[in-house]
């Protein structure tokens, strides 16, 4: 069955990605830029983000419902799911061709119908249950302008076991991840409109919501045995960017005029070395967190 997908994407090698320096992360990525173009390939800014995502996995990742936006191989989420960073479930998208690519690639992982046992977890996020499984899927997500509610996919909003009584799950999402996605001006405007709709739809409607927003509704609260459930805090978003277009500049405005404040994270500071971060090769990659602030907060 591997071989078979394997020959559907056109991929015809694998290579082991290792962050120096950390040996608790360590994923099989098979790749195919012959067949995807530039989804088939792993990123210089994917390398950065996984040692950064490592140093916060108890704030960002560790037992965790991750999502990670435009993934090509899906290194990094499979990074959090594998149990290096300890995720609780990660779904990991990308356009519906490339989909195939990072379902490949959580086979050679290892993972057995979307489930990776907590036995061969390792690494300081590792679940701390022995009971306790990680999830991972790799489910199709176009970006949109607008973006509908009705377009996050049900995985998403369910989670890996459905929902309670097929509504929004229990266990909210807690970060979105997205490495080199800020490259095609086209898709600026896309990016920033399901960026705002995943933020909005797991945030307060009273709190950070137009009356004249829609998407997102059901995620607003849940119910689990009668019970409401209040609305989670939204997530946080983590990007790892690598300067490669003049017109980003448009990018960056729409962010700002969704509401969004970008911070850019010192990396050296944080102690992540350049042989960590792959030497001279990412220097120029920087990670961001993506924040909107919630409104009617005093």
Do not use: M
Not at 254 to 265: H, M, P, Q, V
């Amino acid at each position: 069955e591997i071989e078979a997908l394997g020959a559907r994407v056109g991929a015809h090698s694998c290579r082991l990605c290792k962050v120096e320096g950390l040996d608790d992360v360590e994923v099989v990525v098979a790749e195919s830029p012959g067949h995807l173009g530039i989804g088939g390939k792993v990123w210089d800014a994917a390398l950065v983000l996984v040692p950064y995502l490592r140093l916060k996995s108890q704030e960002l990742v560790a037992s965790k419902r991750v999502l990670e936006l435009g993934a090509g191989t899906g290194l990094v989420g499979l990074a959090c799911a594998l149990g290096h960073l300890g995720a609780r479930d990660v779904v990991i998208t990308d356009l519906e061709d490339v989909t195939q690519l990072i379902e490949l690639n959580i086979q050679l992982n290892g993972v057995v119908d979307g489930k990776v046992a907590a036995s061969s977890l390792k690494g300081p996020g590792a679940l701390a249950s022995q009971a306790e499984v990680s999830h991972v899927a790799a489910v199709p997500l176009e970006w949109a302008d607008p973006f509908p509610e009705q377009k996050l996919p049900n995985r998403l909003v369910h989670g890996p076991s459905g929902g309670p009584s097929g509504g929004a799950s229990s266990d909210p999402l807690a970060t979105v991840v997205l490495s080199d996605v800020v490259y095609d001006p086209e898709l600026y405007l896309p990016l920033v409109a399901t960026l705002s709709a995943l933020v909005r739809s797991y945030t307060p409607a009273q709190n950070n919501r137009d009356d004249h927003d829609d998407a997102g509704k059901a995620l607003d609260s849940a119910t689990l045995d009668g019970a409401t459930l209040e609305a989670p805090p939204p997530p946080e978003v983590v990007l790892a960017h690598r300067h490669r277009n003049p017109e980003e500049f448009r990018f960056w405005a729409a962010l700002k005029a969704a509401g969004f404040d970008a911070r850019k994270e010192d990396l050296c500071s944080l102690g992540l070395s350049n042989a960590v971060l792959g030497g001279g090769a990412a220097k120029d990659v920087n990670v961001f967190r993506l924040t909107r602030p919630r409104k009617g907060l005093g």
